[in-house]
């Protein structure tokens, strides 16, 4: 749809059909899990057994506003269809008990003032509600000043009109402006990877925004929906999570002014920490992000939310660049939107790569391998930085004669550094 609007190019949904049918076929061999969040943002909860349905009696517009468009429709017709059948029926009533629709012969006495001239029977009532209740003003039919109480109704009927009206206006408006219609223009990538960045893994996926109107103050969110198991043994079902965004401002904010990449950095306290390749096709969780901000045209809060499971959490691949700058100006190319390239990566989770680096540097040749003893004349020690692959580090002192003093004299004394070969001597003098 969007494409025949023309917000989106006929090429990115092909790229995205083309992403559909070269995905790994890991996620269809097996029953497909429940997710919370759908793709579209919509919540995949079915709420049964209320007994309190009164409750949503109590906020009649918002209730009015969630409801579909067919049963809203349905709902202001048959207002205004009531409205009109009651207040015809005490048109009518009224006719009735001034006489006014007694048969009166046309060349004798005209009789009484009727209270509303030319109502002879329940349609003409019907039809003169309506124009009442719609200010239509026909002219043929119209409240004498006979009657107060036709007065009295008339006014009442009049604001119930306006009531109506400015209920079914309000609803119509809530319901074309809510937040989730300003997200149909923001996408978000279809997979996410999960690829190294500054050599550690990082979890990543793409988000755009197709329309030129900027979202102000946009802030987003990372949740991580699992089933988890407290130390006393309870099962909480649904534990929610929260994933830090990368930002040196240590915020979620982003200016999406074009089409980011959202990355989160897999390190010790996340909890994607634990995960390797194959712990994660057999995990079950489901990341849920939420995209908030205000839209600048309306100034109206939106919220965009879609979801990844691990069926769509790619290993070791990452997202292509599609920015390039053209007649100087930056070009988003939105046929490469979701389009991924396998880099190398290994296997392990990020606790397992850390532990495998620890591993490699914890493993020296010597206690005191990786640094050296510098010693000022004769049986004092200092130590000094070495690296780890043995070259000898610049010392942190400057390399010059040092000065004691002895005896009211002063006596040059040699520095010298003592590297690998000499720490059995160095270590030979510390005990003397």
Request: overall charge neutral; proline content about 5%; glycine content about 10%.
């Amino acid at each position: 749809m969007l494409a025949r609007k023309g917000l989106l190019p006929d090429g990115f949904l092909l790229t995205r059909l083309a992403e559909d049918r070269n995905q790994p076929n890991r996620g269809r061999s097996r029953s497909q899990r429940a997710r919370f969040i759908t793709k579209t943002g919509s919540c995949n909860v079915a709420h049964k057994n209320i007994r309190e349905q009164g409750r949503f009696l109590q906020d009649v517009f918002t209730t009015m506003v969630d409801l579909k468009w067919q049963h809203s429709f349905l709902i202001f017709t048959s207002a205004f269809l009531c409205s009109w059948m009651l207040f015809a029926m005490i048109w009518w009533l009224l006719a009735f008990a001034h006489g006014d629709l007694e048969p009166r012969d046309p060349g004798g006495d005209p009789g009484p003032v009727p209270c509303v001239t030319a109502i002879h029977s329940f349609t003409s009532a019907f039809l003169f509600s309506i124009e009442v209740q719609v200010t239509i003003g026909f002219g043929g039919r119209m409240v004498t000043e006979e009657c107060p109480l036709a007065i009295t109704v008339l006014i009442i009927q009049n604001i119930v009109g306006l009531i109506i009206n400015a209920v079914m206006l309000g609803c119509v408006f809530m319901k074309t402006a809510q937040a989730n219609r300003r997200a149909e223009t923001l996408i978000f990538s279809r997979n996410a990877v999960i690829a190294p960045r500054n050599g550690r893994p990082t979890f990543m996926f793409r988000v755009g925004d197709l329309r030129k109107s900027m979202i102000i103050s946009a802030t987003i969110q990372l949740q991580v929906i699992r089933r988890t198991v407290t130390a006393e043994g309870e099962v909480i079902p649904v534990a929610q999570l929260d994933i830090q965004v990368e930002n040196p401002l240590r915020s979620n904010g982003i200016f999406l002014v074009s089409p980011l990449v959202i990355s989160h950095t897999i390190e010790r306290g996340s909890p994607l920490y634990e995960l390797s390749a194959q712990a994660l096709s057999a995990e079950d969780l489901e990341i849920i992000v939420i995209l908030e901000g205000v839209v600048e045209t309306t100034g109206i809060t939106m919220q965009a939310r879609t979801s990844y499971t691990p069926e769509e959490i790619l290993w070791g691949r990452r997202f292509v660049s599609i920015i390039s700058e053209e007649d100087g100006r930056y070009c988003v190319d939105y046929s490469k939107f979701g389009n991924t390239v396998p880099v190398r990566m290994p296997l392990l989770s990020a606790k397992e790569l850390d532990q495998s680096r620890g591993v490699e540097e914890a493993s020296p040749h010597s206690p005191l391998q990786g640094w050296g003893l510098v010693r000022a004349g004769r049986g004092g020690f200092r130590r000094g930085g070495r690296t780890c692959h043995g070259a000898a580090a610049p010392p942190w002192y400057a390399q010059t004669d040092g000065e004691v003093e002895g005896k009211g004299q002063k006596k040059k004394v040699q520095l010298e550094v003592i590297g690998q070969q000499n720490d059995e001597d160095g270590l030979g003098e510390m005990s003397e």
